[in-house]
């Protein structure tokens, strides 16, 4: 009888990492597509820093095949990632919403700051979060703010519009629809050197959020389960090194040469890397919270 009890447990072994070979062997992830140098479309594929580092981890945490899909807009991957349709998505912000239907991988890789623009010589003082109302806002559709005092804020205290892109953001802007846009900071400097916007745009020097990046898995996905635990281990490696921050400074240097901008410094280890924390910038907004998980 113990041989057949030792039997049928190495048979269900057996079946279980079959079902993973057929369920798990192949990933399909997507991201922003205009968020550089983390992810963007360069020659009709989704290239950049997060793309790399999840090709790199998923296949260190034993993913053969990984297939990156490029949508439209954000708002097209996360309802992807909530169907089914995709198995992981990047550059994902955390929120109570979202994790309904994401399964995310801890640590965060990366964070982004929250940037306020408004038009060249219209800037105003922003030391506490009041200072934006009595202003008209917008953002992109499928942005939010996470569940802290500042996304509350946004939802209840703000006149806030929702674009369905960054480049409509910045024509409502200029046509002075609205007084400022709220974007995270590898959007918002895509689009001003793309459109070479520095001449007409200002970013304010406070900002009134910061947003950690993670990768997750959609619920519905059959990998989630398998490779979460898996995944998060060797992003934990990864920030050891520095490794998100290496493949910044890379795919910056990429953008840049595909545009003919020419080169910029690059950011320190500390504005781009989630291994080392960011120093909070004395002129940050005094109601800013401590820093609460966040939603892209």
């Given at each position: 009888?113990?041989?057949?009890?030792?039997?049928?447990?190495?048979?269900?072994?057996?079946?279980?990492?079959?079902?993973?070979?057929?369920?798990?062997?192949?990933?399909?992830?997507?991201?922003?597509?205009?968020?550089?140098?983390?992810?963007?479309?360069?020659?009709?594929?989704?290239?950049?820093?997060?793309?790399?580092?999840?090709?790199?981890?998923?296949?260190?945490?034993?993913?053969?095949?990984?297939?990156?899909?490029?949508?439209?807009?954000?708002?097209?991957?996360?309802?992807?990632?909530?169907?089914?349709?995709?198995?992981?998505?990047?550059?994902?912000?955390?929120?109570?919403?979202?994790?309904?239907?994401?399964?995310?991988?801890?640590?965060?890789?990366?964070?982004q700051f929250l940037?306020?623009?408004?038009?060249?010589?219209?800037?105003?003082?922003?030391?506490?979060?009041?200072?934006?109302?009595?202003?008209?806002?917008?953002?992109?559709?499928?942005?939010?703010?996470?569940?802290?005092?500042?996304?509350?804020?946004?939802?209840?205290?703000?006149?806030?519009?929702?674009?369905?892109?960054?480049?409509?953001?910045?024509?409502?802007?200029?046509?002075?629809?609205?007084?400022?846009?709220?974007?995270?900071?590898?959007?918002?400097?895509?689009?001003?050197?793309?459109?070479?916007?520095?001449?007409?745009?200002?970013?304010?020097?406070?900002?009134?959020?910061?947003?950690?990046?993670?990768?997750?898995?959609?619920?519905?996905?059959?990998?989630?389960?398998?490779?979460?635990?898996?995944?998060?281990?060797?992003?934990?490696?990864?920030?050891?090194?520095?490794?998100?921050?290496?493949?910044?400074?890379?795919?910056?240097?990429?953008?840049?040469?595909?545009?003919?901008?020419?080169?910029?410094p690059a950011a320190?280890?500390?504005?781009?890397?989630?291994?080392?924390?960011?120093?909070?910038?004395?002129?940050?907004?005094?109601?800013?919270?401590?820093?609460?998980?966040?939603?892209?």
């Amino acid at each position: 009888m113990k041989k057949l009890k030792a039997l049928f447990i190495v048979l269900i072994s057996l079946i279980a990492g079959s079902a993973w070979a057929q369920t798990c062997d192949s990933v399909s992830v997507s991201g922003p597509v205009g968020d550089v140098p983390g992810s963007w479309v360069l020659d009709g594929k989704l290239t950049g820093a997060a793309v790399e580092l999840a090709q790199t981890t998923l296949k260190a945490a034993g993913v053969k095949n990984i297939k990156f899909v490029t949508y439209k807009s954000w708002s097209e991957v996360l309802a992807a990632a909530r169907s089914g349709e995709l198995d992981m998505i990047i550059s994902a912000g955390w929120s109570v919403e979202r994790a309904r239907y994401l399964s995310y991988v801890y640590p965060a890789y990366g964070y982004q700051f929250l940037y306020v623009m408004v038009r060249k010589g219209e800037t105003f003082p922003l030391t506490k979060y009041e200072d934006l109302k009595g202003r008209k806002g917008i953002t992109g559709a499928g942005i939010t703010f996470g569940d802290s005092a500042w996304g509350l804020f946004v939802e209840t205290q703000l006149e806030l519009a929702r674009a369905a892109n960054i480049g409509e953001s910045f024509k409502r802007l200029f046509n002075r629809e609205v007084d400022y846009i709220l974007a995270y900071a590898d959007a918002a400097a895509a689009e001003i050197y793309v459109r070479d916007l520095g001449d007409k745009v200002q970013i304010l020097s406070t900002y009134p959020f910061r947003i950690e990046t993670f990768f997750a898995f959609s619920k519905r996905s059959k990998c989630a389960s398998f490779l979460a635990d898996k995944l998060g281990a060797e992003v934990a490696k990864a920030a050891k090194t520095n490794q998100y921050f290496l493949f910044s400074k890379k795919y910056r240097t990429i953008f840049n040469e595909s545009q003919n901008i020419p080169p910029t410094p690059a950011a320190t280890p500390a504005a781009t890397s989630a291994a080392t924390p960011a120093a909070t910038p004395a002129a940050t907004p005094a109601t800013t919270p401590a820093a609460t998980p966040a939603a892209k």
